[in-house]
């Protein structure tokens, strides 16, 4: 004798076709371009308010006291050009994985340096987006710079998983490599 269960109609099991993951393989290309233009804008938001005052970012720099002074001006001088290069690079599409890469590790970096600054009792303003400089103790906004650049680790991180994309040079000239 069968059970009534064992006689019901067995559904198929999910193929990936619906939900969220299908949503995800059906448009990725197109989640791969809002990911590729907001880390875009992120990186064009950090440097450009640091290309104007190259003296200032090094002070800003420095005032992590974490390089040591022989390091301070030319990272100071080089981080907003090196960020508006991954912007750059981001917007064209090209070396989309690896500039993902990199701004993932230099994000990691902001973050750890941004920590450090809270465990050490310093009191600065971060820098991002402009100049930073000291604050008076209590005025910091570390844990809010921590999360925004948590946050911007997600499309880089996208980026590192499913680099191809819509609208990208990279894909323009060497087909769809990825």
Not at 3 to 14: L, R
Not at 57 to 81: C, H, K, M, W
Not at 114 to 143: D, E
Request: with cysteine; hydrophobic share 50%; charged share 15%.
């Amino acid at each position: 004798m069968t059970s009534m269960a064992s006689q019901a109609p067995v559904k198929d099991a999910p193929t990936g076709s619906g939900g969220l993951r299908g949503f995800v393989d059906t448009h990725q290309q197109w989640i791969s371009l809002v990911m590729r233009v907001l880390l875009a804008v992120m990186w064009f938001k950090y440097s450009l308010g640091k290309l104007g005052t190259p003296e200032s970012n090094a002070q800003s720099v420095r005032d992590f006291r974490i390089l040591p002074e022989s390091l301070v001006t030319p990272f100071g001088y080089a981080q907003p050009y090196f960020e508006l290069a991954l912007g750059l690079l981001l917007i064209l599409g090209l070396g989309t994985r690896l500039v993902a890469l990199m701004s993932a590790l230099l994000l990691l970096v902001y973050i750890g340096g941004i920590i450090s600054l809270g465990a050490r009792g310093i009191a600065i303003s971060c820098g991002c987006g402009g100049s930073g400089g000291l604050v008076p103790k209590g005025h910091t906004r570390y844990t809010l710079d921590v999360i925004r650049d948590l946050i911007f680790m997600i499309p880089a991180v996208w980026l590192v998983w499913k680099p191809a994309s819509k609208f990208s040079l990279e894909r323009a000239l060497l087909g769809d490599p990825i």
